[in-house]
């Protein structure tokens, strides 16, 4: 299946069952892709996290119901999977401007949040530069945490500024991101800043090796100012690469980012050659 018709009817299942408890692992066992792809490549495709879409959702067909009906604004903030008035409120009022209690009684504005609607668009025409590489089992050595996919976007670049103002990291450079839920199952992976590690080396304090399994890697080339150029090539791999493969698929949870030394570019990472990859387990179809 492709990822357009997986994205496509992994809406449709939600909006059939908004009102109901939507957890990451049924919507993705109803389109047939592991939690950690599903969520990877919805936010790719559709620039929104699955939970931060059923959340605009909900709110946006509360504020219609209280516009529309006289339901109580207990019952709809019940419906839509708030269990107290307090938490229905914060959430409400973050979303329209306004509190349900000013829309019900003063008829105050309402945003709207339409479904999303995935459509087949003609692109491609360009060429991707990328290779299968067979690399044996290796070790790294760096900063590791655990974030839920929800808020990864904003916890990601913290981890990153912990890393840069962390003077016991030495010699350590980040030279790789990398992404990893084994079990591909979960709402949480882990996110490793790191170098290769050299057993001679001392580990920091507060840091950890990890050995990253023996796969075929597809080997994707980013040349240009980051993050932009790698957020481009991240999109394309998900939206028109792994759907038109004929010969390979995604073979585990992991996803690994490869950057180049900034003092090497004139301008570092914001220098139109600066040179990053994007590494993605595959094995043949």
Known sequence: MRW?????????????NIAQELTIEDIARQVHISPF??????????????????????LALAGSELAASDEKIIDIALKYGYDSPDSFTKAFTRF???TPTAVRKDGAGIKSFAPLSVKFILEGGYSMDYRIVEKDA???IGLQRTFKYENAAQQV????SEFQQMPERGSICPMYGINSDESMQGNEFEYL?????NAAMDIPLGFVTKQIPKFTWAVFSCKGEMPQVMQDVNKKIYSEWLPNSKDYEIAAGYCIEMYDDPAKFANGVQD?????????PVKKK
Request: a negative charge; hydrophobic letters at 35%; charged letters at 20%.
């Open 37 to 58: 792809y599903f969520q990877k490549g919805f936010a790719l495709l559709c620039d929104f996290t699955v939970s931060d879409y059923i959340r605009c959702r909900r």
């Open 272 to 280: 139109k050659n600066y040179y990053s990859e994007i590494w993605i």
């Open 193 to 197: 800043i790191a170098d290769n590690y």
């Open 138 to 140: 290796f070790t790294v």
């Open 4 to 16: 357009t018709e997986c994205i496509s009817d992994a809406i449709s299942y939600i909006e059939e």
């Open 96 to 98: 329209h401007g306004c």
């Open 157 to 160: 670049p913290m981890l990153w």
